[in-house]
């Protein structure tokens, strides 16, 4: 409960107003203009505006922030009208306890904020009023639930466009070390996880415990999104904590189009890696000093120099030679 002001009989309880506006539609005018009229004193409850807010009454909303009511007045469990508002989604009357000066990042007991009542109400109007006011996109609750790991979870391309837009953090991570990718991977969403990696998402980022997305996807038989993951750069070969890698998922769950396409993608790294050396051979045919071949250089007392019948191309050779001094 919140007091309007001190001193005074208790007088008249708002709450029993919203009750019979609850009840008695037509009674809204009559009602708004006893709370307009009360004295000083009026106890005024914060479960009066938070449930008008839930229920998108307007007018009721401004006649008891008309009143006096806190405009950030909590419930039991931390609820705020803004809150309410957007878990009921009510623009509106988001926008009109914004001008009223409701903090638009307070957090209920679990540290849940409107920002992502909304995201959950898939309200991204409201969503996108709230981060243009100043919502933290980055925002976390007490299990480390980001706005982000909500619209991964729930496949709003649209809200993790706007979140990233404002800054929302790719990699933050849940108390679990799950980071937004992870969800959804888990949740099975392809377009969101290529949209999180078109954005900059780490397809190696690891759990707590050393889990990959790419291991969810095998344990989930996703094998579209371990391909893709594999395609963007995912590690098959990562273990977690207890030596499990995606390839022992995939191989535990019987999965054998998911193991053909890690196999698939391990020939492949293996391939780039003899590639990779062999084009380092074709550069550097000879080792630096110390343990220069005799025959390409001469290396001694701290000198080196290559000769110019083993130099890399005619321009090199008309223009380059290299000293080494210790």
Known sequence: MVRRAT??????RIALLAVLILHCPRGWGQASHAIASTSPGVEISAEALIGAAE???????RSLLDAGAPTDATAEDGLTALMAAALGGHLELVRLLLERGANVNAADDTGWTALIFAIEERRADIARELLARGADPNARTRAGWTPLISASQLAQPEMIEALVAHGADLEMKNSFGWPPLMHAVLE??????????????DPNARSVNGLTALMIAADHNHVELARLLLDRGANPSFATAHGRTAMSIAKDN??????GALKAAEEKGKADRGDSRRQRSRMFPYPPCPGMSA?????????????KRYAWSPSFRATFSLSFKR
């Open 7 to 12: 001193g005074g009989a208790p007088g008249l």
């Open 55 to 61: 229920i998108g009454n307007a007018t009721l909303v």
């Open 188 to 201: 099975g969403h392809v377009e969101i996880v290529r949209l999180l990696l078109d954005k900059g998402a």
């Open 254 to 259: 019987g999965d054998g189009e998911m193991v």
């Open 295 to 307: 025959t390409a250089g001469r290396c001694g007392c701290g000198r080196m120099q290559f000769r």
